[in-house]
């Protein structure tokens, strides 16, 4: 049977970026820090489709005004149970055809503040990539960290990538999502025989090798900022290593002329989690030395 001609307005945004974005408020509301985080995606062009977890949908969000602003630029928002953490709500949205027509599909989460400057450029740099991340991690495996991940949208319809969003993430732990789903996609990429790139690898990395694999959008958070223009909500709420105490970090957001009280309402959002690995004496020298 011949394939049927897709419809002119779905060939027309074939070469432009569609994104899935997760984000999770237990009582539904839309933080400062995600609406900034959309509108930016917007201004770069992206078609922009929301999954928005809440621990109970309600028939009416809260902050439907300030959804209102974003509707009527493009954004469409997608009221979810809170089930399977950003990979649940990125496989509702692959399940409801969100990312039909697409040319490139970005998943991305609420978890961190930016982006802290124009994303276009980015987008743009690292457009010949079939798949990348904002950052890459040696945690566990090397992998991509999901929060922010571009695919060729071909992809998604390969076998391994297939497997990955057809698993019951309803059903895991936060650790299990973390090993079958964000280490798992970068190891469904290697079996489709594609090696992601990554805005931020590390550098030095005979000096890294002294410190055991940590986050490095925690260890490496300052230098990570010159090619990657977001920060880690958790690292402000916990700094696991000890190397974001407030003072530095509103300094950074100030430089940025980001509002301290989006970063203090995203924060006061979740609570704070223990963190597994922490820099030593030793580790935390080493990360002075790669500054």
């Known amino acids: ?45 992206c078609i922009v489709h929301a999954g928005c977890a809440a621990d109970a949908v309600t028939g009416v969000p809260a902050d439907r005004e300030a959804r209102g602003e974003l509707e009527r630029r493009g954004a469409v928002f997608h009221q979810r149970r809170n089930a399977g953490l950003d990979f649940g709500s990125w496989q509702e ?24 400057r124009p994303i276009a450029p980015i987008l743009d740099a690292m457009r010949p990539h079939p ?47 973390i090993l079958h ?23 030095r990395r ?15 958070w300052r230098r990570m900022l010159r090619r990657v223009p977001f920060v880690k909500i958790e690292l402000l709420r916990d700094d696991p290593s000890h190397l974001a ?13 980001y509002p301290l009280e989006w970063a203090e309402a995203a924060i006061a959002a979740v609570p704070a989690r223990r963190q597994p690995v922490r820099l030593n004496w030793r580790g935390r020298a080493v990360h002075r030395l790669l500054r």
């Not at 399940?95 to 998943?107: I, K, M, N, S």
């Open 1 to 45: 049977m011949p394939k049927t001609a897709l419809p002119l307005h779905l060939l027309a945004d074939m070469s432009r970026n569609v994104v899935l974005y997760a984000q999770y408020h237990p009582h539904g509301h839309l933080l400062p820090h995600a609406r900034a985080s959309i509108s930016a995606l917007l201004d770069a062009g």
């Open 93 to 116: 949205l692959l399940r409801l055809g969100c990312a039909r027509g697409a040319g490139r599909v970005l998943l991305v989460n609420d978890s961190t503040l930016g982006p802290l």
């Open 131 to 177: 798949a990348w991340g904002m950052v890459a991690s040696r945690q566990i495996r090397p992998h991509l960290q999901s929060w922010f991940v571009c695919l060729d949208a071909a992809l998604l319809e390969t076998t391994p990538l297939t497997r990955i969003f057809a698993q019951d993430f309803a059903s895991m732990s936060r650790e299990e999502i």
């Open 181 to 203: 789903g964000e280490i798992g996609l970068s190891a469904a990429l290697e079996a489709a025989r594609v090696t992601p790139a990554a805005r931020w690898t590390g550098g």
């Open 206 to 220: 005979h000096l890294g090798r002294l410190m055991p694999p940590t986050n490095p959008a925690h260890v490496d």
């Open 245 to 257: 105490p407030p003072a530095a970090w509103h300094r950074v957001l100030r430089a940025f002329d």
